[in-house]
Every structure is written in structure tokens, then in C-alpha cells.
């Protein structure tokens, strides 16, 4: 039995799931130098957010090949805040997980390019300064 006609299409598949889902996380907040604290606080927490975008030129079709801006803009400096002043925060980090875009995708494609319905998964960690 010949397996080359089912391997080729499994490795396409693979290849195009590995780039569809290698752009979907970013990290817009990362202290890379690690600081030790004296207080021993930690903060985090993480929640749903709406990423949704619009067409810059919402007409069906065309909709598809111009650009899209987001409807509400994640701002790594709000979710900070929630930890305290940002000035007694060290070790930050904030994650942005698009992973959930991608079968809402389909939204994209019943609005005919104007409208994409996205919900992403926000999350934040820091230590507080002592």
C-alpha cells in the first residue's frame, strides 16, 4: 500500500495549522531582567477581551483586501494598573492570546470581509516593589 498520496496533504495541513497559529500570541509587556522583591506580593489575573476589527472601507467583497483596525485597542498599561502603581512594579508581563480568532474567523466571511468577531485572552502577572 502506497502512503505517499496521504502523507503530502497531512504535512500541507500541518505546515499551514503551524503558521495559522504562530502569529496568535503576543506578549506586549516583558521585563526580560528579572528583580528580586523584598515584599514577596505577587499579582495576576486574566480575562476575555473583545478584539473585534472593522474594514477601513466597509464594502462587501473589497472589504477583504484592505485594511482592518481594531475596534477596542488592548493596552498593556491598563491591565498593570489593576496591580498597583505602575512605578513599584518588576518582573511585568502581559500575554495577549489570539488562539480563539480563528474559528471566528468564519464571522469575517459572513459580513464579506467588513466585520471579524475576535475574543482574545488577556493575561498579567508583576511583583510589587517592597
Not at 528579572?34 to 476589527?53: F, I, L, M, Y
Not at 485597542?73 to 492570546?97: F, H, S, W
Request: proline share 6%; aromatic share 6%.
Amino acid at each position: 500500500m502506497n502512503m505517499a498520496p496521504l502523507t503530502r496533504p497531512l504535512a500541507r495541513l500541518l505546515v499551514a495549522i503551524a503558521f495559522l497559529l504562530s502569529g496568535c500570541v503576543t506578549t506586549p509587556v516583558r521585563d526580560d531582567v528579572r528583580q528580586a522583591t523584598t515584599s514577596g506580593r505577587h499579582c495576576s489575573g486574566s480575562e476575555w477581551v473583545n478584539d473585534s476589527s472593522l474594514a477601513v472601507l466597509p464594502v462587501p467583497v473589497v472589504a477583504f483586501f484592505v485594511p482592518h483596525f481594531d475596534l477596542h485597542e488592548i493596552k498593556a498599561d491598563e491591565y498593570l494598573k489593576r496591580c498597583g502603581d505602575p512605578t513599584n512594579l518588576v518582573n511585568r508581563t502581559v500575554r495577549v492570546d489570539r488562539t480563539a480568532c480563528i474559528p471566528l474567523g468564519l464571522t469575517r466571511i459572513i459580513t464579506l470581509g467588513v466585520f471579524q468577531y475576535c475574543t482574545a485572552h488577556v493575561s498579567w502577572e508583576a511583583d510589587l516593589k517592597g
